[in-house]
């Protein structure tokens, strides 16, 4: 969550989590509705995506992604889907209108799900606030996807009953295989508001006492990004949560694309030349967790009024002139080099 409570930011069958409930659903068996669409210029910099209109599921003997919204990711790979921060049911807080409340219960639409994640095999979580791991019990319960995350995210997928053979934990560091798709593990941090603090913050090193039911119920419980690289020759993609970073952890990573979170402030220093300048100044760099996540992903992208998207992208392209600057839209899928792809 890129939080910024101090400015309030101006139907479905919903699930509620529970300790006895039982999340059913199904992968899909067939493709997944992706509306790829041609790249229109936004600036001089920014590529966004329009919509169009063709149903299919990646080629075989490529990668291609697909944004979830938020910071969230669908990477298929061969046949293969990586998930990154999927939070897909989108639920209302008050957030965006004005009057947050901290006690909204936690929810999980499965058909919903169903419609975006494919069959992952993996599900990646950069930290464990609810728009990033709401929808991760019921993914991780209905698919047998391995879920990678820090102890924190162990504790709470084990209190709403996920198998804890099917959980790793890692620190930030770790090297991955995962026969052909490598998953490089980087230690990272939380973003900030004005008051160079955050929603939630604390860790578990034991799953609680009862499964948690509303959004505060959920820590933060450290923060980590990941790489992701495609076969031996793949593309790799540095995919954040947050917006923050740990500039020795990602010092020489050199990603072709960058998934960067939108800060909310300018808590932290100089945050997007160094970050940039860290990973080498990507090929790509793609802007996330700008949008507002409580309007649903049929919708086009609409902006959270507290991230200044516009100086994002002026930021990235004045330290790094170079790298291209895709906007993504969550209808489009994109090819390796983050153009949109027909399928």
Known sequence: MN??????????????????TVLRGAVLGAAVPLLPATASAAGASATTASDAATRGAPAAGSASFRWLGTSGWRIDVDGRTVLFDPYLTRFKTGL?????????????DPELVREHIGH???????HCHWDHIADVPHIAKSTGARVIGTETTFHLLVAFGVDPGQISVVKGGEILDFDGITIEVVSSLHSRNKRHSY???????APPAAAPRTISDLPEGNTLAFQVTAGSSGPSAFLMGASDFSERAVQGLSPDL??????????????????????????????????????PLSEPPRRDPAMDLDGFVAQVHQESPTSRIVVPDYRTTYGGDMRPRRL
């Open 199 to 205: 929603f939630a913050p604390g860790t578990l090193n």
């Open 3 to 20: 939080d910024d409570t101090d400015a309030q930011r101006p139907k479905r069958r919903i699930q509620g989590f529970g300790r006895r």
């Open 96 to 108: 965006f209108d004005g009057g947050f409340k901290p006690g909204t219960k936690l929810q999980s």
């Open 258 to 295: 960058a998934m960067v979170a939108v800060p909310s402030s300018a808590a932290t220093s100089r945050y997007v030349p160094r970050l940039l300048r860290a990973l080498g100044r990507p090929g790509v760099v793609v802007p996330v967790h700008w949008d507002n996540f409580e309007e």
């Open 120 to 126: 992952p095999e993996i599900v990646l979580i950069s």
